[in-house]
Nanobody
Framework: QVQLVESGGGLVQAGGSLRLSCAAS????????MGWFRQAPGKEREFVAG????????NYADSVRDRFTISRDNAKNTVYLQMNSLEPEDTAVYYC?????????????????WGQGTQVTVSS
């Protein structure tokens, strides 16, 4: 079992930045691909970004590429999502997730473990 806890969400004006963190505990010795997803009210949960265990491979949704950066510190069992140039359309609950496979997946069904989420609200 892996427990994931997100932090760093909040209220920010359009054009601002936030950095989300996801701390993992439990069975963290295994090699997990990590992903960030988000879910806006009335919408399905969608892939935002993913990073491989080694950290060399990353994958982004088109809507956030060049604005968001995913990174990880395996020594701290923590994954980060740096979000710049935030837009009102980025408002959502953001979730981190862990997947035991080596390939970065974009489907929620690929991910075994999920955090509880952190709210990000971007005002116009």
């Amino acid at each position: 079992q892996v427990q994931l806890v997100e932090s760093g969400g909040g209220l920010v004006q359009a054009g601002g930045s936030l950095r989300l963190s996801c701390a993992a505990s439990g069975r963290t010795g295994s090699r997990y691909t990590m992903g960030w997803f988000r879910q806006a009210p009335g919408k399905e949960r969608e892939f935002v970004a993913g990073i491989s265990w080694i950290g060399g491979n990353t994958n982004y949704a088109d809507s956030v590429r060049d604005r968001f950066t995913i990174s990880r510190d395996n020594a701290k069992n923590t994954v980060y999502l740096q979000m710049n140039s935030l837009e009102p359309e980025d408002t959502a609950v953001y979730y981190c997730a862990a997947d035991g496979s080596l390939v970065i997946g974009r489907s929620t069904m690929r991910y075994e473990y999920w955090g509880q989420g952190t709210q990000v609200t971007v005002s116009s």
